[in-house]
């Protein structure tokens, strides 16, 4: 658990210093909650968020598996808080590959199912309102499992547990009151 928890933080942290996110500030990795992560930004303004690595994924490209020969940088899913921008719970998704221009990433947890854009190697819920519908489905899910497609046309499907997202969530709150 430990280096999976390690291998996010360093994921995390290079991932959010290309985009100039929280990482590109001091930060810190203050508890960890099963498999997510707890995250705060250690200067101004204050945020935190939680992230956590796939359990598994999977990768087929014309319909053939292709898992064991498609090479990925670091894949996170990410809640933000933001208080000083009134942010709750922004969702976040980094793949690990750039995704195919204009092509949207599908998130299923139970029966319920939502669209994020994207941009690059990221992507995101279309409203704050989208984004706080997925947390509570996340707060009463077992798996979140997120389907893509990169530029090169691999079809990708990473497996999220969502085991310890209520704690992780609450303790990243009470960090950015």
Do not use: H
Not at 102 to 111: H, L, M, N, R
Not at 141 to 157: D, H
């Amino acid at each position: 658990m430990n280096s999976t928890i390690t291998a996010i933080a360093a994921g995390l942290a290079t991932a959010l210093v290309v985009l100039g996110g929280p990482a590109a500030r001091a930060e810190t990795r203050v508890d960890a909650k099963a498999d997510w992560s707890v995250f705060r930004s250690d200067n101004s303004p204050r945020e935190c968020w939680i992230v956590s690595a796939p359990k598994s994924w999977t990768a087929k490209r014309g319909g053939r598996d292709v898992t064991n020969k498609v090479r990925r940088s670091d894949i996170l899913l990410m809640v933000a808080i933001r208080p000083g921008e009134n942010v709750k719970n922004e969702v976040s998704y980094t793949s690990g590959y750039p995704f195919r221009k204009g092509s949207k990433v599908k998130i299923t947890v139970g029966s319920d199912s939502y669209e994020m854009f994207t941009e690059g190697e990221w992507g995101w819920l279309n409203s704050p309102a989208e984004d706080d519908s997925a947390v509570a489905k996340f707060k009463a899910g077992a798996t979140a499992i997120l389907t893509a497609v990169s530029r090169r046309g691999t079809t990708t499907r990473d497996v999220f547990s969502l085991r310890g997202f209520t704690a992780a969530l609450k303790a990243a709150r009470e960090l950015c009151k």
